[in-house]
T-cell receptor, first 114, second 109 residues
Framework: KAGVTQTPRYLIKTRGQQVTLSCSPI?????VSWYQQTPGQGLQFLFE???????NKGNFPGRFSGRQFSNSRSEMNVSTLELGDSALYLC?????????????FGPGTRLTVL | LAKTTQPISMDSYEGQEVNITCSHN???????ITWYQQFPSQGPRFIIQ???TKVTNEVASLFIPADRKSSTLSLPRVSLSDTAVYYC??????????FGKGTRLHILP
């Protein structure tokens, strides 16, 4: 069974631009969660989608948004990029919701904002 | 605001048992505690999960005291390949998922 895939793996953008990241969950998994990882803050939860609906949301500004498609694939969008958005963005899928269920993480997308 | 706290780093030697404790306030009775392991340039990988007393699998044990304000991940007989960052993850009733800052475990030969 294929694991969680994320594209692209690396991305370089400049301040003010926007970016879209993609995540394909493990087949059959309906939940996709997104996390931001930085050296200073560690792993921070962004949001979770389950069956195309946002179920949970972390404490990030509205510039961070996401969506999930009927095939469970998910995209995350960051608008008006700031230098502080440079991070590793991880997505994770699970059969049920992210709370109380094992999450399977992808390799991440490394975003650099110049 | 709910918060989890772990030691920033730990050192141990091959063959030793390693215990990493995570403190978590405001956890509710049915909220799960999950531990993940992360190697450089990889996403975290599930180790173990529980919500009370003790849970054991083939790689680790998880001890949760009655008050549930902390939990301890126990890794028996560690090897060099166990050098990684370990995260404590707790789900809360307000659905905010909180990762700890992670514990950087360094295993020495």
């Amino acid at each position: 069974k294929a694991g969680v895939t994320q594209t692209p793996r690396y991305l370089i953008k400049t301040r003010g631009q926007q970016v879209t990241l993609s995540c394909s969950p493990i087949s059959g998994h309906r939940s996709v969660s997104w996390y931001q990882q930085t050296p200073g803050q560690g792993l921070q939860f962004l949001f979770e989608y389950f069956s195309e609906t946002q179920r949970n949301k972390g404490n990030f500004p509205g510039r961070f948004s996401g969506r999930q498609f009927s095939n469970s694939r998910s995209e995350m969008n960051v608008s008006t990029l700031e230098l502080g958005d440079s991070a590793l963005y991880l997505c994770a899928s699970s059969l049920g919701g992210s709370l109380g269920n094992e999450q399977f993480f992808g390799p991440g997308t490394r975003l650099t904002v110049l | 605001l709910a918060k989890t706290t772990q030691p920033i780093s730990m050192d141990s030697y091959e063959g030793q048992e390693v215990n990493i404790t995570c403190s978590h306030n405001n956890i509710a009775t049915n909220d799960y505690i999950t531990w993940y392991q992360q190697f450089p340039s990889q996403g975290p990988r599930f180790i173990i999960q529980g919500y009370k007393t003790k849970v054991t699998n083939e790689v680790a044990s998880l001890f949760i005291p009655a008050d549930r304000k902390s939990s301890t991940l126990s890794l028996p007989r560690v090897s060099l390949s166990d050098t990684a960052v370990y995260y404590c993850l707790v789900g809360y009733r307000d659905d905010k998922i909180i990762f700890g800052k992670g514990t950087r475990l360094h295993i020495l030969p």
